[in-house]
């Protein structure tokens, strides 16, 4: 569901306090092998209402965090994504949360492939507001595996950041299943294991689950919905997008 989609989602969450080493979800999202072709334009719309927000110090603690992501395909195997988020919180407080620059390189087909892979090369300025690193780098292979209905995409990414601090290893994983002729059905698991120098121990890593639902509306247009739940203290305890 890439080239001009919209991608909707509301998020309502209770937050724990984050261990130090650990980097925080300021966003949710799993990237598979899929780009639009050259020339067309990728538009995802991110709307999440938070309450106690995002882990930490992290933004919005109360309120709303919108984010507009534009891509755009410049060949079969690579795309180039701008990632733009705006809180405002309950209090009337708004302010920007910087900026993401994505490259994204993939195996050219990988829709119709079974197999399928590639690395996403982000970098990023946030403010500590959002990110425990002002500047960072991150690393994100894709694999991409379909059978049939079915989808796994492995996103084993590792965050460098480039002010302070060693590597955070933080994967994320998801499964598909197709249940009707434009309804998808899948589980989600984001994780983070902190450190590479200072691995965090079992209780102080974040583990969050998601079941989501995908709709296509069109040719042009998506919508994705989730229902999450922290599964160790430091993650999220309960939220929905």
């Known amino acids: 569901m890439r080239r001009l989609a919209i991608l909707a989602s509301a998020l309502m969450l ?3 306090a984050m261990p130090a080493g650990a980097a925080g979800f300021d966003e949710f ?11 067309a334009v990728d538009l995802n719309l991110h709307l999440n209402v938070g309450r106690r927000g995002r882990l930490g110090e992290g933004a919005p ?30 209090s009337g407080d708004t302010f920007g949360g910087g900026f993401k620059v994505r490259n994204t390189f993939i195996t050219p ?8 892979y590639g690395v996403d090369v982000e970098l990023r300025y946030q403010s500590a507001r959002f990110s ?16 049939g209905p079915w989808q796994l995409i492995l996103n084993p990414a590792v965050e460098f950041p480039l002010d302070h601090g060693s590597a955070i290893f933080a ?13 998808w059905l899948g589980i989600e698991h984001y994780m983070d294991f902190g ?30 919905l989730g ?3 922290g599964l160790t203290h430091p993650a999220t305890a309960g939220l929905v997008r």
């Open 227 to 229: 229902l999450g739940h």
């Open 132 to 147: 425990e690193a002002d500047w960072a780098m991150t690393l994100r292979p894709i694999i991409d595996l379909r059978h």
């Open 109 to 116: 087909g990988a829709a119709e492939r079974p197999f399928a």
């Open 61 to 90: 603690r109360n309120g709303l965090l919108f984010s507009s992501e534009i891509g755009l395909p410049t060949t079969p195997w690579h795309e180039v994504a701008v990632f733009l988020p705006v809180a405002r919180e309950f």
């Open 171 to 183: 994967p994320a994983v998801r499964g598909v299943r197709q249940v009707a002729e434009a309804v």
């Open 29 to 39: 999202q799993i990237f598979d092998g899929r780009i639009g072709g050259p020339g």
């Open 195 to 224: 450190r590479f120098d200072r691995p965090e121990a079992p209780r102080g890593q974040a583990h969050q689950m998601f079941v989501t639902t995908d709709f296509k509306l069109s040719e042009r247009f998506a919508l994705h």
């Open 14 to 16: 209770v937050a724990q």
